[in-house]
């Protein structure tokens, strides 16, 4: 069963510290990609990667680092974590041969900061 | 940024009612997608439509994307508590972005 899994469910952090969201897929899928989800927002794109080593700007990056070293591998990071950072965190994947960008997602990071 | 908004933001119905999901936007999209999200997992793709007017069923589900390609609709028949969850359209651009809906949560009860 292919799937997209993310380090933690459930996270609390306390402002200013360091975050680190790791997103693993296995179906050898080019692209990567992370977003937030906030009621009544829908899901709003941070960063995505085509390839390994490469990274793209979303919608909000502010506040936000991606890292890609492993293709399987795309990790989120909050450098200085802040109060409205408190939100779900959602990493897809996607094959680079999908004509229409058909993303598959991870069950999500639930993370507080407090 | 394209915005797509979704109608109604929440909606609770009867086991068996039938409902109408609303996707609309001023932009224009190459194919609309429609996901749903149950509690406590990410979203998963029901279905991609790709020509204006085209009309896809999914057992229950019938979707139909715009002559415009700017707007569309999922409609369920006979709606059972299994329906229940967070449906999200999604619109591609040319430039292979996808742009996410505000999402519509729907509750069946039995």
């Known amino acids: 069963d292919v799937k997209v899994t993310q380090s933690s469910r459930y996270l609390v952090k306390r402002t200013g510290e360091k975050v680190f969201l790791e997103c693993v897929q296995d179906m050898d899928h080019e692209n990567m990609f992370w977003y937030r989800q906030d009621p009544g927002l829908g899901l709003r794109l941070i960063y995505f990667?085509?390839?390994?080593?490469?990274?793209e700007k979303g919608d909000i990056p502010e506040g936000y680092s991606v890292s890609r070293e492993k293709k399987e591998r795309f990790s989120l990071i909050l450098e200085s974590a802040s109060t409205n950072q408190t939100s779900m965190y959602l990493c897809?994947?996607?094959?680079?041969?999908?004509?229409?960008?058909?993303?598959?997602f991870g069950p999500g990071t639930r993370l507080t900061v407090l | 940024t394209q915005l797509l908004e979704q109608s109604p933001q929440f909606l609770s119905i009867q086991e068996g009612e039938n409902l109408t999901v609303y996707c609309n936007s001023s932009s224009v999209f190459s194919s609309l997608q429609w996901y749903r999200q149950e509690p406590g997992e990410g979203p998963v793709l029901l279905v991609t439509v790709v020509t204006g007017g085209e009309v896809k069923k999914l057992k229950r589900l019938t979707f139909q994307f715009g002559d415009a390609r700017k707007d569309s609709s999922l409609h369920i028949t006979a709606a059972q508590p299994g329906d229940t969850g967070l449906y999200l359209c999604?619109?591609?651009?040319?430039?292979?972005?996808?742009?996410f809906g505000t999402g519509t949560r729907l509750t069946v009860i039995p």
């Open positions: 999604a619109g591609l651009t040319g430039a292979n972005n996808l742009f």
């Open positions: 990667s085509y390839d390994v080593k490469m990274k």
């Open positions: 897809a994947s996607s094959p680079r041969s999908s004509s229409y960008n058909e993303q598959f």
